[in-house]
């Protein structure tokens, strides 16, 4: 399974909303999660089952979506989430990560 | 709370064996929830899952990787282990361990190592 995110990047400042789209190859039903990662450090759980919050994840995330067409929302964006976001199908081992989107600070 | 620590050597010669540990604490390696992987990151790139193993030792292994990767698990010492061999330098990365939640759709991968480099190079 290949999964493709668009956009690779992009530029926001503090209290846009922002939308990452995650297409997967085939049909994943709703096994998929997005992750965080900021430099030098590990990925962060965010979001699992499409649209499932992780624990202690803020509620400005959301994600949607099944199949093949997913969708990662941040409501209004804070300083501490401009980072590196990453979607991982969990479809079948070995559990495909997406590119990236790298979020930056306008 | 949980927390899971690489160990092992940063540089290995090309051709030889990298072997790293991952040391589980706060909980138990041997719940039936959770399976445990290992993830690597070459420098700038992407993420890619390496293999994952079951505390009954049942392993799955990235079909790419497949004929280098050993995965074990000791629940006596609550750690699990990598082995990849015939490495180049195309196996330069940051490797992870991890935590796959059964729980959590269906295998997210909740708790993370802080991740260790590991360079390939004479």
């Known amino acids: 399974i290949q999964l493709t995110q668009s956009p690779s990047s992009l530029s926001a400042s503090v209290g846009d909303r922002v939308t990452i789209t995650c297409r997967a190859s085939e049909g994943i039903s709703s096994y998929l999660a997005w992750y965080q990662q900021k430099p030098g450090k590990a990925p962060k759980l965010l979001i699992y089952t499409a649209s499932t919050l992780q624990g202690g994840v803020p509620s400005r995330f959301s994600g949607s979506g099944s199949g093949t067409d997913f969708t990662l929302t941040i409501s209004s964006l804070q300083p501490e989430d401009f980072a590196t976001y990453y979607c991982?199908?969990?479809?079948?081992?070995?559990?495909?990560f997406g590119p990236g989107t790298k979020l930056e600070i306008k | 709370q949980l927390q899971l620590q690489e160990s092992g050597p940063g540089l290995v010669k090309p051709s030889e064996t990298l072997s790293l540990t991952c040391t589980v604490s706060?909980?138990?390696?041997?719940?039936?929830?959770?399976?445990w992987g290992w993830i690597r990151q070459p420098p700038g790139k992407g993420l890619e899952c390496i293999g994952k193993i079951y505390y009954s030792g049942i392993t799955y292994y990235n079909p790419s990787l497949e004929s280098r990767v050993t995965i074990s698990v000791d629940t006596s010492k609550n750690h699990f282990s990598l082995r990849l061999s015939s490495v180049t330098a195309a196996d330069t990365a940051v490797y992870y361990c991890?935590?796959?939640?059964?729980?959590?759709?269906?295998?997210?991968?909740?708790?993370w190592g802080q991740g260790t480099l590991i360079t390939v190079s004479s």
């Open positions: 706060g909980g138990s390696i041997s719940s039936s929830t959770y399976y």
């Open positions: 991982q199908e969990l479809n079948n081992y070995p559990y495909t």
């Open positions: 991890a935590r796959h939640n059964r729980g959590a759709g269906p295998s997210a991968l909740d708790y």
